[in-house]
């Protein structure tokens, strides 16, 4: 629908993560390099899970039980990638501390750390958004528009884009929450996240009934500002905490 | 805070050359979508020498003369690469660096100014041909100038290596599917066996130009980092004192790196960088490839002006896949006295000028596909090019900075266009996801 309209459902998609690169992200380049990383490693996962589902694709458009089980395998083996490549980040964690130490500078800061895992989750989030919603853009810069035939009041490319951007954020953020889980061992945290990305990942599946879609992307928004509150709770309570342990020494 | 962190300034080389050929990339990405060009099998260019691929052919037929097609190729880029030995070797240096300023003004004159006049037309942008021409030739006398002079501003030197490389990919992606593949995976291959072998032409050329302290006559692309001065001690050998442990920094590669310092004259000592590695400079494999797309540029004009000519050697020498280290052993440098040099030196990796060709040439031709597989190509690249620059850190010596990248850059796009795209769309286009 012309190229203003190509750019517009573009920037709704990823505007707020690029708000975010350009502030956080840009500013270190360590930051850029794990970005690259995980939008890599999600690359990997999705082409491992179109790998182990060709045989059976194209699956029927009006059953519904073959996208479950779809969807459920995916979130399933992302989120075993999300605790694998937390180990990874780990020892990247040690690399770096005995780097730090042996050119007698101060070790990773609480607040380094959040920001990789920030990072990483941006990077997850990047390549849902470029993967399921960009690179079916180009049409939109086109002449005309697309519907389909289950949410009709929409076009195809906005109702995507919207879609994204609550995707963006549940992984940008989820991130966050799974590795302070996993670091500090908080099975709370731990669990929310898998418990998260399958609930949006389900609710897209309402999408599949007739005008499913005006039930399902608030619903969906529902649980992308969930993750958000629960992220920013913790975060807050984090440097709390740290700030009360270094006690009256000002940093 | 007022103690910073390792994370300020941790990784600022490989930014450094990255960012560039991300430019270069999405640039070429852009002018393929926009100008949509197909590739026109009626020219015959050194790449088209034994077969010109017509789309109704069989796959047997297709592969047969793609792969002739990459085999002559190679081969004609492997023999202006020993020329160029030979010609550096009795010390035609001069004659080298004014024909490396001749194919810039060659290659910006006139591909450049094809694409500008394809953008025009495409745009219907309104100037006249006078205002065109002048434009024209006020940028490529700038560009020609940027190449070996030593008092412009590295910024205009970057950005017209960078234009460069999109100029030469947009041109080589005019080539036909098949034999564009094919090409590719052989220059890789060829890379790899010229840099690393104990026969190979670049690595001749590394050898000499290192035990004569004088800088390869090539294109290169230099990313200086601007890391401040109060960060240097940290700064500039962060990556390899990271990967290569601190008591590995002063082996024998540092040696090499100190002897440069010391013999060249100082107004050398920013291009003189050493290791580089991968630059393309090393001519070997970006001068065939500059001297085949001036062939096919050649081609055109040759049939209004009736001369071929030697256009071969052309874009050849400008572009050798080699990537270089500069300047790492700051922390060696610094007992040996030569701390004020040293400061003046400018940190940074050299890539040269044919990965970037070569890169955009995959990434446009991905392009041509999907906007999936230029994002599966781009990353399989970048990672790529990550993976070749620590194992520069590690070996401290001229790497091939093809090989990585393009494989896995062939890889993950027959993997994405195979696999990944019937599961992605069938999936997005029910509006499920994951």
Same mark, same amino acid.
């Given at each position: 629908?012309?190229?203003?309209?190509?750019?517009?459902?573009?920037?709704?998609?990823?505007?707020?993560?690029?708000?975010?690169?350009?502030?956080?992200?840009?500013?270190?380049?360590?930051?850029?390099?794990?970005?690259?990383?995980?939008?890599?490693? =999600?690359?990997?996962?999705?082409?491992?899970?179109?790998? &182990?589902w060709r045989p059976f694709l194209p699956l029927k458009a009006n059953v519904w039980w073959p996208y479950?089980?779809?969807?459920?395998? *995916?979130?399933?083996?992302?989120?075993?990638?999300?605790?694998?490549? =937390?180990?990874?980040?780990?020892?990247?964690?040690?690399?770096?501390?005995?780097?730090?130490?042996?050119?007698?500078?101060?070790?990773?800061?609480?607040?380094?750390?959040?920001?990789?895992?920030?990072?990483?989750?941006?990077?997850?989030?990047?390549?849902?958004?470029?993967?399921?919603? /960009? *690179?079916?853009?180009?049409?939109?810069? #086109?002449?005309?528009?697309?519907?389909?035939?289950?949410?009709?009041?929409?076009?195809?490319?906005?109702?995507?884009?919207?879609?994204? /951007?609550?995707?963006?954020?549940?992984?940008?953020?989820?991130?966050?929450?799974?590795?302070?889980?996993?670091?500090?061992?908080?099975?709370?945290?731990?669990?929310?996240?898998?418990?998260?990305? /399958?609930?949006?990942?389900?609710?897209?599946?309402?999408?599949?009934?007739?005008e499913g879609c005006v039930i399902g992307v608030p619903l969906l928004y529902l649980v992308a500002s969930?993750? &958000? /509150?629960?992220?920013?709770?913790?975060? =807050?309570?984090?440097?709390?905490?740290?700030?009360?342990?270094? #006690?009256?020494?000002?940093? | 805070?007022?103690?910073?962190?390792?994370?300020?300034?941790?990784?600022?080389?490989?930014?450094?050359?990255?960012?560039?050929?991300?430019?270069?990339?999405?640039?070429?990405?852009?002018? $393929?979508?926009?100008?949509?060009?197909?590739?026109?099998?009626?020219?015959? $260019?050194?790449?088209?020498?034994?077969?010109?691929?017509?789309? +109704?052919?069989?796959?047997?037929?297709?592969?047969?003369? +793609?792969?002739?097609?990459?085999?002559?190729?190679?081969?004609?880029?492997?023999?202006?690469?020993?020329?160029?030995?030979?010609?550096?070797?009795?010390?035609?240096?001069?004659? %080298?660096?004014?024909?490396?300023?001749?194919?810039?003004?060659?290659?910006?004159?006139?591909?450049? !100014?094809?694409?500008?006049?394809?953008?025009?037309?495409?745009?219907?942008?309104?100037?006249?041909?006078?205002?065109?021409?002048?434009?024209?030739?006020?940028?490529?006398?700038?560009? $020609?100038? +940027?190449?070996?002079?030593?008092?412009?501003?590295?910024?205009?030197?970057?950005?017209?290596?960078?234009?460069? !490389?999109?100029?030469?990919?947009a041109w080589f992606t005019k080539l036909p599917e098949w034999t564009t593949w094919f090409i590719l995976?052989?220059?890789?291959?060829?890379?790899?066996?010229?840099?690393?072998?104990?026969?190979?032409?670049?690595?001749?050329?590394?050898?000499?130009?290192?035990?004569?302290?004088?800088?390869?006559?090539?294109?290169?692309?230099?990313?200086?980092?601007?890391?401040?001065?109060?960060?240097?001690?940290?700064?500039?050998?962060?990556?390899?004192? %990271?990967?290569?442990?601190?008591?590995?920094?002063?082996?024998? @590669?540092?040696?090499?790196?100190?002897?440069?310092?010391?013999?060249?004259?100082?107004?050398?000592?920013?291009?003189?960088?050493?290791?580089?590695?991968?630059?393309?400079?090393?001519?070997?494999?970006?001068?065939?490839?500059?001297?085949?797309?001036?062939?096919?540029?050649?081609?055109?004009?040759?049939?209004?002006?009736?001369?071929? @000519?030697?256009?071969?050697?052309?874009?050849?020498?400008?572009?050798?896949? %080699?990537?270089?280290?500069?300047?790492?052993?700051?922390?060696?440098?610094?007992?040996?006295?030569?701390?004020?040099?040293?400061?003046?030196?400018?940190?940074?990796?050299?890539?040269?000028? !044919?990965?970037?060709?070569?890169?955009?040439?995959?990434?446009?031709?991905?392009?041509?596909?999907?906007?999936?597989?230029?994002?599966?190509?781009?990353?399989?690249?970048?990672?790529?090019?990550?993976?070749?620059?620590?194992?520069?850190?590690?070996?401290?010596?001229?790497?091939?900075?093809?090989?990585?990248?393009?494989?896995?850059?062939?890889?993950?796009?027959?993997?994405?266009?195979?696999?990944?795209?019937?599961?992605?769309?069938?999936? +997005? $286009?029910?509006?499920?996801?994951?």
């Amino acid at each position: 629908m012309t190229v203003a309209a190509g750019i517009g459902y573009a920037l709704l998609a990823l505007g707020p993560s690029l708000s975010l690169f350009v502030s956080v992200i840009s500013r270190k380049p360590f930051l850029i390099l794990t970005l690259l990383s995980s939008t890599l490693v =999600w690359l990997v996962s999705l082409i491992v899970l179109s790998g &182990l589902w060709r045989p059976f694709l194209p699956l029927k458009a009006n059953v519904w039980w073959p996208y479950t089980l779809l969807v459920l395998s *995916s979130v399933c083996f992302q989120e075993a990638l999300r605790f694998l490549f =937390w180990k990874l980040y780990m020892r990247l964690e040690d690399v770096l501390d005995s780097f730090a130490d042996r050119i007698s500078r101060p070790r990773l800061f609480l607040t380094d750390k959040l920001q990789i895992a920030l990072a990483g989750g941006l990077g997850h989030g990047v390549a849902h958004a470029v993967f399921f919603c /960009l *690179s079916l853009l180009p049409p939109a810069f #086109g002449p005309a528009t697309f519907y389909v035939d289950r949410c009709s009041k929409v076009p195809f490319f906005l109702v995507s884009a919207i879609i994204a /951007l609550a995707f963006v954020t549940i992984h940008t953020f989820s991130m966050v929450i799974a590795f302070e889980g996993y670091a500090k061992g908080n099975k709370v945290d731990q669990v929310i996240v898998p418990v998260i990305h /399958l609930s949006a990942g389900m609710l897209t599946l309402v999408n599949f009934a007739s005008e499913g879609c005006v039930i399902g992307v608030p619903l969906l928004y529902l649980v992308a500002s969930l993750t &958000l /509150l629960h992220c920013g709770k913790m975060v =807050w309570q984090r440097l709390i905490e740290s700030r009360n342990q270094s #006690g009256p020494t000002l940093r | 805070m007022e103690s910073s962190s390792i994370l300020d300034s941790l990784g600022v080389e490989i930014i450094g050359v990255m960012a560039p050929v991300s430019i270069c990339m999405f640039l070429v990405v852009l002018l $393929t979508y926009s100008l949509s060009v197909t590739s026109d099998p009626q020219i015959r $260019t050194a790449a088209n020498l034994i077969y010109i691929e017509n789309p +109704s052919d069989s796959a047997t037929v297709k592969l047969e003369g +793609s792969l002739e097609n990459a085999i002559v190729f190679v081969v004609l880029v492997a023999a202006v690469t020993f020329v160029l030995v030979l010609l550096f070797y009795f010390n035609f240096t001069n004659f %080298l660096k004014h024909y490396m300023r001749f194919s810039a003004f060659f290659v910006l004159g006139t591909m450049g !100014g094809a694409i500008f006049l394809s953008i025009i037309q495409h745009f219907s942008i309104p100037v006249d041909s006078i205002t065109c021409f002048i434009l024209l030739f006020n940028f490529t006398i700038l560009g $020609t100038l +940027s190449v070996f002079s030593e008092g412009m501003p590295i910024v205009v030197r970057q950005c017209y290596m960078v234009v460069m !490389g999109i100029v030469v990919a947009a041109w080589f992606t005019k080539l036909p599917e098949w034999t564009t593949w094919f090409i590719l995976v052989a220059l890789a291959l060829y890379d790899l066996v010229a840099v690393l072998a104990p026969g190979g032409p670049l690595k001749l050329l590394v050898e000499l130009a290192s035990t004569r302290d004088e800088e390869l006559p090539a294109m290169v692309y230099e990313a200086r980092p601007t890391v401040s001065r109060s960060h240097r001690g940290g700064g500039g050998s962060s990556l390899r004192v %990271l990967v290569g442990g601190g008591g590995g920094v002063l082996d024998s @590669g540092s040696v090499e790196l100190q002897a440069v310092g010391d013999g060249a004259a100082t107004h050398n000592l920013d291009y003189n960088a050493v290791a580089v590695m991968d630059i393309d400079s090393v001519d070997g494999v970006g001068r065939s490839r500059e001297g085949h797309s001036a062939s096919s540029v050649s081609s055109e004009p040759s049939r209004e002006l009736g001369s071929i @000519g030697n256009r071969e050697s052309v874009a050849e020498e400008e572009m050798s896949p %080699l990537v270089e280290l500069m300047g790492w052993g700051d922390n060696r440098e610094e007992p040996r006295g030569l701390v004020e040099e040293s400061d003046n030196i400018d940190r940074g990796i050299k890539l040269g000028l !044919g990965d970037f060709i070569f890169y955009s040439v995959l990434v446009g031709r991905a392009a041509m596909y999907d906007l999936m597989t230029v994002y599966a190509c781009y990353l399989a690249i970048i990672s790529g090019l990550g993976c070749t620059l620590i194992l520069l850190s590690v070996y401290n010596k001229a790497l091939p900075a093809l090989p990585i990248s393009i494989m896995l850059g062939v890889v993950f796009y027959f993997l994405t266009r195979l696999l990944m795209e019937p599961f992605v769309v069938g999936v +997005s $286009t029910n509006l499920m996801m994951f």
